[in-house]
């Protein structure tokens, strides 16, 4: 995708999810002002970039609307087919998500799916579990119940405790994290407590427990603050909302984050969000007083580079790294501290990897 290409995919997906809505109706057109002017390799470049980013079935259905009041009905039916074959792989995808989370379940694993159905009504591409029960049980059960495959585990894969399934029928890869958080498993207080917050859902006609608002605020920010430094759109959509429905308690996000030295972080991801959210609205997503003076930068500092919005790594993402690590030595977590002191060591060897064989993936 070029990058004039991708600029203005990115400017109609961000509108079609921030823009507001006559009357709060998700589906109008009110306040767009995107041009319909989408050949075919124009919306091809939407498609890439709006699957790249979790967000097919919330942005299409406003822009498969748009096309077709603007007169461009070609346009809407490959949005409508669009959503059409995504929504047939979440469907397909979520019976076999409910069978695993049932079959750890049965075998004393409690699981709760974390990041994955964040994204809803879209899904991620991976199903990402946690468990609090032992490794062994774990491949155990998926391998005896589900006849899945395992997957040969990176480095970060072994710092961080979790293990990659290939499950028969399914074309997602299902990742379980196994009693720890974080990029080299260094958050273990956190994924200690998240079983007992979690919460049942129900999707069309399946149950799933999910993190609580502040674990999935926490999980995010460890995901895109701490390991990838980019955030993508579902993110920020999928933080929005939560902060706008009102279920966030504040107090226990702060204490929980600051324990495991998180919570300019967490401040920082959330003033990005807002401020991204603004630049689309007219005022940005509410945060309380707390938030806005610990983070240490906001949106201005973020830049559109390959499909996602990037974070700077120096000097930002560095001096987060930085707080977390002092925190967890204050705590006296000295084998947490030495896995999170890896980290550098495993990011300039992945890049020295992808340098050499385009691929990354056995450090990672």
Not at 161 to 167: A, D, G
Request: hydrophobic share 40%; aromatic share 8%.
């Amino acid at each position: 995708m070029k990058t004039r290409g991708a600029t203005r995919s990115l400017t109609v997906l961000s509108e079609l999810l921030f823009r507001p809505c006559a009357g709060g109706d998700t589906e109008a057109d009110h306040g767009l002002e995107m041009d319909t002017h989408f050949s075919e390799s124009d919306f091809a470049d939407l498609l890439v970039l709006a699957s790249s980013n979790h967000v097919i079935v919330r942005a299409f259905g406003r822009f498969r609307k748009h096309m077709a009041t603007s007169g461009k009905a070609w346009v809407a039916r490959w949005a409508e087919n669009a959503i059409q074959s995504e929504q047939a792989r979440i469907n397909h995808a979520l019976p076999f998500l409910e069978s695993i989370c049932a079959a750890l379940q049965e075998g004393g694993c409690e699981a709760v799916v974390i990041k994955s159905l964040d994204h809803w009504p879209d899904l991620g591409s991976d199903l990402d579990l946690y468990t609090n029960g032992d490794a062994a049980s774990v491949v155990e059960i998926m391998k005896s119940r589900l006849q899945a495959r395992l997957e040969p585990r990176s480095w970060g894969d072994r710092l961080a405790n979790k293990w990659n399934f290939v499950v028969p029928g399914l074309p997602e890869l299902v990742e379980v994290h196994v009693g720890r958080l974080g990029q080299t498993g260094e958050q273990i207080a956190i994924a200690g407590s998240l079983v007992d917050r979690s919460q049942e859902i129900q999707i069309a006609a399946h149950r799933f427990q999910v993190p609580s608002p502040e674990d999935r605020l926490l999980i995010s920010t460890l995901q895109r603050m701490y390991r990838h430094f980019y955030i993508r759109l579902c993110d920020v959509a999928d933080t929005a909302q939560l902060l706008e429905s009102g279920s966030v308690n504040y107090a226990r996000l702060r204490s929980s984050a600051s324990s495991g030295g998180l919570w300019d972080g967490l401040a920082t991801y959330l003033r990005i969000v807002s401020d991204y959210v603004k630049s689309y609205r007219r005022t940005g997503t509410p945060l309380p007083s707390p938030v806005s003076a610990a983070s240490r930068f906001g949106g201005d500092q973020v830049t559109f580079s390959k499909g996602f919005l990037r974070i700077p790594i120096l000097p930002h993402s560095a001096g987060l790294y930085a707080s977390e690590l002092k925190r967890l030595l204050l705590n006296g977590e000295l084998r947490n501290s030495v896995r999170l002191s890896l980290l550098p060591c495993l990011a300039t060897a992945a890049a020295l990897e992808f340098k050499i064989t385009g691929s990354d993936k056995g450090i990672w």
